[in-house]
C-alpha cells in the first residue's frame, strides 16, 4: 500500500509512476503504456495502477521497468518481495 509521488512522462522511460510507501520505500515503474492513477492518490496492494507498454527513447520492446528504493538508494527487490 501507498501514496503516488509521481506519475508522468518522461523522454527517457516514457510513462512513470512512483510510489511512496511505509518504511521510507519507494516503488517505480517505468515504460507503461498508460497510467491509472494520479499524484496523492492511495493505492492498495493489488490495484491497476498501469498498463505495461514500450514508451520513453531507452525502451526496446514492450515490458515494465521495476525499481525499489530505500532510504533514497536502490536496492533488489528479492531482498524485500518474494514474488
Known sequence: DGIVIFSGWTINTGYVI???HS???VSIYKHNSSILKK???YVKAGDLISIIGNT????SGPH????L???GSAVDPLKYISF
Open 64 to 67: 515494465l521497468h521495476f525499481e
Open 69 to 71: 528504493w530505500v532510504d
Open 56 to 59: 520513453g527513447e531507452q525502451s
Open 23 to 25: 518504511g521510507n520505500m
Open 39 to 41: 499524484i496523492g492518490e
Open 18 to 20: 512512483a510510489i511512496q
